[in-house]
């Protein structure tokens, strides 16, 4: 493997990139608007085990006793533990860079012209970004998937056609399951109907019911996640027009849909919660095809409680301890290594290539969170 002085140009322009986009994805720069959830809602945590694990218990907040000075402290019980593990996987990624472009960007880099010196500069980077970038995208879509699905995010290879049959979402790489032991009795079904009936369908009901179980357990809900199919269907209901022309005074129902900013101010004052669309759209790449995919499950809602939804486990990689010879290494988050190098691939021909890795996965506490399905009944 050859030297990187390539990368000599762009070696302070990447640390400096980089730090801007982790800024960026952390939602602290100006103009963002929404960080990643795994970014917002989980506390990243190192492991030396290379294993992730959660309890999985309906835990309800009992009240202390109010005791005299010098009496026994009364013992309250509590459910049994369970606890849920797993291997942390490797999430990884890579950009090329052939010799037609490599000739054009060091003839950029050797310009007089600082602003051609600075495309090459920009082209050398983006690679980098987009790898750190692509591994935040697989973490985001493993909560999505999971909230959605039961607890359950599936990566399985593209031409598994069983897998991906059963509703598996596609992956290149081997096949990997996660559950993170959602209970069954805090994944709830629809009652009446399903709600894309608007007629019959009843969501205040099912609402309703979600809501006195979070209330029997001391959760205190203050978000519903799901799809904007689902908010659609939810605005048009005979049920919700009938509620919040009640609470407005009025006879009968609203004679139109409402706004979601509308009907968020219903939630939040009988329910206290609000409503937030979760349809961010993910690409995967396959032989150089993207393919645009909605990892949020349909008709799918999940219920949070207020604060940290999890943890993002992370361990080392070898090669953050082991540096390969030949590479320039940059770490923009702990988590996360990004490694630039070329490669001959035959007598004539150089690659550049920019690595992204990660040892590491949101995992999420399922003790503070109710699911409700909207289209399909308990089994």
């Known amino acids: 493997m050859a030297d990187v002085n390539f990368y000599s140009f762009a070696e302070e322009e990447l640390k400096a990139t980089l730090l801007a986009n982790t800024v960026r994805i952390n939602g602290k720069l100006e103009g963002t608007v929404d960080p990643y959830v795994h970014v917002s809602k989980f506390m990243p945590v190192y492991t030396d085990s290379g294993e992730w694990e959660t309890f999985s218990t309906l835990d309800t907040r009992i009240m202390a006793d109010v005791i005299a000075l010098d009496s026994p402290f009364p013992i309250k019980t509590r459910p049994a533990v369970e606890l849920v593990k797993g291997k942390i996987e490797k999430i990884a990624t890579k950009r090329t860079m052939n010799e037609t472009e490599q000739t054009k960007i ?43 699905n039961e607890g359950t995010a599936i ?53 309703t019911r979600v809501i006195d179980m979070a209330n029997e357990q001391g959760i205190r809900i203050t978000e519903a996640n799901t799809n904007r199919a689902t908010i659609n269907r939810l605005l048009a209901s ?4 009938q509620a919040m022309a009640a609470a407005s005074g009025m006879v009968g129902a609203l004679a139109f849909n409402p706004t979601l900013t509308q009907a968020n101010a219903y939630f939040l004052s009988t329910f206290g919660f ?85 040892i590491g ?11 409700l399905d909207t289209l399909n009944p308990a089994a």
Request: aromatic share 10%; hydrophobic share 40%; glycine share 8%.
């Open 238 to 241: 005979n049920q919700l027009k």
């Open 274 to 358: 609000i409503w937030v669309i979760r349809d961010h759209r993910f690409i995967s790449q396959r032989d150089g095809k993207n393919t645009p995919q909605d990892m949020w499950t349909d008709g799918a809602i999940a219920f949070m409680a207020d604060g940290n939804w999890g943890d993002l486990v992370w361990t080392e990689c070898v090669e953050m301890y082991e540096p390969a010879d030949g590479y320039a290494y940059n770490r923009p988050e702990d988590p996360i290594l990004i490694g630039l190098y070329r490669e001959k691939l035959n007598s004539t021909s150089w690659m550049k290539i920019t690595e992204g890795q990660s």
């Open 361 to 371: 996965m949101p995992v999420i506490n399922p003790a503070n969170i109710i699911t």
């Open 106 to 148: 060091r003839r950029w880099l050797m310009s007089s012209d600082q602003r051609l010196v600075q495309r090459g500069i920009d082209r050398i980077v983006a690679d980098a970004v987009s790898c750190q970038n692509g591994i935040h995208e697989t973490w985001e879509a493993m909560v999505y998937q999971a909230l959605s």
């Open 155 to 207: 990566f399985a290879p593209i031409d598994d056609t069983a897998a991906v049959a059963a509703g598996a979402k596609d992956n290149v790489g081997l096949g990997v399951r996660i559950n993170y032991g959602f209970l069954p009795e805090q994944m709830l079904n629809y009652g009446v109907a399903p709600w894309s009936d608007p007629t019959t369908s009843t969501p205040i009901d099912d609402i």
